[in-house]
């Protein structure tokens, strides 16, 4: 498959990674040789710190995957194949999140069925043939809000298959850190779940054959990064730096706890930090993974964002990234908003360079062409191209995907396939709506859980919208029949088994946390809580910020909000930790745990349906839109 990584020393201690992970070759027996030393460490990052020889940049040799190509003159053309976001979905995507809208020539669109790891596989595999000069990579969230197939499993068959996928480099996400930092080690360095163990007799977890990189998380004590921050892919004598940043915002979307101690720094700092310290090294061909992205305007993965003038068609936060990312850097593979692009971003001296994105779930894989000169060592700019491919089912599945597909099947199925309610038709979470049917449905499951007083009393429940990560489909998605709601299903809808929580909040608070769904951190790109029957508001989008919510309109069961009267509110503990920007939510008091936000879903589906009375999609309404 690829040679033996070469490792190099790195560049003092900014070049070291306190989790990074060990020469693969040499691991296994080292790893087993030093088990006894290091028992007695507590942490992952005490653990790895222990081990000898834990360089923080990786310099490996992986793309000899045969074929002649380009690459006998001065210039040589190396094949980049990158995707993003993920997400574990080894079994194609189903309902919207497993289509891509294509334009055609006549402005007319239509919509292709997409993903699928057995169909990944062999695209990447087709792309590599007659490619002497390949290396594959990707932007984050290859792991974490993942369907059951991986979470239950902690996402072991996910990294499995990406190893198999011939996955080189990826920048770490901020669902990297659901778990948090400890059980990203494991994920990188292998090894059994702490608590769930090994869920194959004889077989131990070997973690991730490429580095994951985190140039901006550091340890806030040392200063140190958490894993390596760069790579460099060699080939021949070719070059190429691979620097790893995740979104600066990732504290506010995930668990505080997983992260304490962990500092997230500046996306362009950092990116050009090491891109200054790949100079050093002789590096001159670099290209940025980076979990942040932007919004293209057009939702088809064919749109030409470089028109009427280059970049014109996108915009977001990678805009100004790309804008201020050194010139010393080639191209950028971005992620985080789960859109598709290709588009050219001038950098800081005006020249031209590739910015890219491939949706999410493993739908498309972009394509970029990067011209290297064997004499100036770097990219030649002018040559760069990028294309979006969609990952369609119409090939043969890879058989090895099938294999590791079955197999973790046949030790989900028990609990997969349990029956655990049932629908009348599809229950959609489209995630440009505000209000959405699935989110509704939720709230009301939430709410109807932790209402009693012996569970918390809650008056009203809050959902947030990422939270929610598939609809629920009527057409079977296996033998369980049309309309089966399975455990299965579910766990995709609702993977973070987060702890419900109840808690007291002022009316004052809540319209705080109304009017931070538009404002602050969430201006750019609002987050629009998903709320409880009874719970209506008016959201005038013709106006900006915090004035989107009229307030006035804010009811609970026809009555208005008092400022100054306390509330009993459910909601899941990421959001009463302040996730997603919704700060005002820690200043909550009178907090009581109750169960975790799955099995309140699955309760309330066994409760309010059967076969013979499905459920029905509940109505829209509870948020009035004003556009």
């Known amino acids: 498959m690829s040679a033996t990584p070469q490792r190099t020393s790195p560049e003092g201690p900014e070049g070291r990674g306190a989790l990074s992970r060990p020469n693969r070759a040499h691991r296994g027996r080292r790893n087993r040789r030093l088990l006894g030393a290091v028992a007695g460490l507590t942490t992952v990052g005490a653990l790895l710190a222990a081990l000898p020889g834990t360089a923080g940049a990786h310099e490996r040799d992986r793309s000899d995957r045969g074929g002649k190509g380009h690459g006998h003159g001065r210039t040589v053309d190396v094949q980049l194949l990158s995707f993003n976001d993920f997400h574990g979905n080894l079994q194609p995507p189903s309902g919207s999140g497993g289509r891509v809208t294509h334009t055609n020539p006549d402005g007319t669109t239509r919509t292709i069925d997409a993903g699928g790891a057995e169909y990944l596989a062999t695209h990447l595999r087709e792309a590599r043939k007659g490619k002497r000069y390949t290396v594959t990579a990707a932007a984050g969230d290859l792991i974490g809000a993942t369907p059951m197939l991986s979470g239950l499993f902690h996402d072991e ?37 702490p608590t769930a163990g090994c869920f194959e007799p004889g077989k131990k977890f070997k973690g991730a054959d490429f580095p994951y990189l985190t140039a901006n998380v550091t340890h806030e004590k040392s200063g140190r990064p958490l894993l390596d921050p760069y790579f460099i892919w060699e080939r021949n004598g070719v070059k ?17 706890e997983g992260i304490k101690g962990l500092k997230f720094g500046d996306e362009i700092q950092s990116i050009n930090k090491y891109a200054k310290i790949l100079e050093r090294r002789g590096v001159k061909s670099i290209v940025a993974l980076l979990h942040e992205g932007g919004f293209p305007a057009s939702s088809s993965y064919n749109y030409n964002c470089d028109s009427p003038g280059p970049g014109d068609g996108i915009s977001g936060p990678i805009v100004d990234i790309a804008k201020n990312v050194s010139p010393q850097v080639d191209a950028l593979v971005t992620g985080h908003t789960h859109q598709a692009y290709a588009c050219t971003i001038p950098d800081p001296a005006g020249k031209p360079r590739t910015v890219t994105s491939a949706s999410s779930a493993g739908r498309l894989f972009t394509e970029t062409t990067l011209t290297y000169d064997r004499r100036t060592r770097d990219i030649v700019r002018t040559s760069v191209g990028a294309t979006n491919h969609v990952v369609t089912r119409d090939v043969p599945k890879a058989p090895d995907m099938t294999a590791l597909i079955d197999r973790w099947n046949t030790l989900a199925g028990p609990i997969a396939n349990r029956t655990v309610g049932h629908i009348a038709a599809d229950i ?54 049309d309309g089966v709601v399975t455990y299965g299903e579910a766990f995709t809808v609702q993977p973070f088994t987060n702890m419900m929580n109840v808690v007291d909040l002022t009316g004052a608070q809540l319209l705080t946390a109304l009017r931070q769904q ?8 609002p987050k629009i809580l998903q709320v409880s029957k ?71 589906l066994g409760a309010n349906s059967s076969a013979g009375a499905p459920l029905a999609p509940p109505a829209t309404g509870r948020i009035t839109v004003l556009k």
């Open 157 to 193: 068959p996910s990294v499995e298959a990406l190893n198999k996928l011939g996955l080189d480099v990826s920048s770490v996400g901020n669902h990297e850190f659901d778990e948090g930092a400890k059980e990203l080690g494991r994920i990188q360095n292998g090894g059994c779940h």
């Open 240 to 256: 190429i730096g691979f620097i790893g940043v995740t979104l600066e915002g990732t504290p506010d979307i995930v668990n505080a």
């Open 428 to 481: 959609d979470n489209p995630p440009s709506a505000e209000e959405r049917p699935l989110g509704n449905l939720i709230a009301d499951a939430q709410l109807a859980a932790l209402s009693p007083a012996d569970k918390g009393g809650a008056q009203l429940a809050l959902m947030n919208p990422g939270g929610i990560r598939a609809p629920l489909v009527h057409k079977a998605s296996g033998a369980e029949g």
């Open 518 to 525: 538009v404002s602050g951190s969430n201006q750019a790109a």
């Open 534 to 604: 009874g719970f209506t508001y008016t959201l005038d989008l013709t106006k900006t910020g915090a004035d989107r919510i009229v307030t006035d309109s804010v009811r609970l069961n026809g009555e208005p909000i008092d400022p100054a009267k306390t509330y009993r509110v459910a909601m899941n503990e990421f959001l009463s930790g302040g996730g997603d920007g919704f700060s005002v939510l820690k200043e909550h008091t009178n907090k009581l745990v109750g169960a975790s936000d799955l099995d309140v879903f699955i309760g309330y």
